[in-house]
């Protein structure tokens, strides 16, 4: 079974521009989260999309967005980046969205120049 | 409240050695309790996981402890190897309604030496 996964997998940006990271989770899993990993912070939640419904939502700015599709694959955008966004962001999958069984994949580390 | 405390943050032990890594939290609505093991360059992968029903877990060469009353909850490595040199996370689910929002701690870094 394959796993959960992240495109890109790198990229390099400068501020003020926008990103569109994808994920695409575990078969048969309907649940995707995402999450910002950075030295300082750690691993912070960003949110969680559930049948294409946005389930719950981490503390972040409005610039942080995503959406997911019918087939379960996610996407996030973060718009007008700053330099404290380059972070590796990692998505997860979970069969179900009451379910804290998370399967993370390798992430997108996004360096924002 | 919705923090999660984990120390040490680096660890160092020999090959063989059980290294113990400890996490504590306030919020009692926390019911879901997982640890996870990063390599370099690689996301988290779950390791093991406990619920406050349970005092302790072991899963092969991990056990974890956890002790509801003082509100902490600990993952030891017996017969430490090299292979488990990575970073571990514990984190922490405020209840079913909380879905994926896991509360991480902030992280050990642990090395075990050949």
């Known amino acids: 079974k394959a796993g959960v996964t992240q495109t890109p997998r790198y990229l390099i940006k400068t501020r003020g521009q926008q990103v569109t990271l994808s994920c695409s989770p575990i078969s048969g899993h309907r649940s995707v989260s995402w999450y910002q990993q950075t030295p300082g912070q750690g691993l912070q939640f960003l949110f969680e999309y559930f049948s294409e419904t946005q389930r719950n939502k981490g503390n972040f700015p409005g610039r942080f967005s995503g959406r997911q599709f019918s087939n379960s694959r996610s996407e996030m955008n973060v718009s007008t980046l700053e330099l404290g966004d380059s972070a590796l962001y990692l998505c997860?999958?979970?069969?179900?969205?009451?379910?804290?069984?998370?399967?993370f994949g390798e992430g997108s580390r996004l360096t924002v120049l | 409240q919705q923090q999660v405390k984990q120390s040490p943050q680096s660890l160092i032990v020999q090959k063989g050695g059980i290294p113990i890594i400890n996490c504590a939290y306030e919020n009692t609505a926390f019911d879901y309790f997982p640890w996870y093991q990063q390599f370099p360059g690689k996301g988290p992968a779950l390791l093991i996981a406990i619920r406050p029903d349970v005092s302790e877990k072991k899963e092969g060469r991990f056990t974890i402890s956890f002790n509801k009353s003082a509100k902490q909850f600990s993952l030891h490595i017996m017969d430490s190897q090299p292979g488990d040199s990575a970073t571990y996370f514990c984190?922490?689910?405020?209840?079913?309604?909380?879905?994926?929002?896991?509360?991480f701690g902030e992280g050990t870094q642990l090395t075990v030496n050949p």
């Open positions: 984190a922490a689910r405020a209840g079913e309604t909380s879905g994926s929002r896991l509360t």
């Open positions: 997860a999958s979970s069969l179900a969205w009451e379910y804290g069984e998370l399967f």
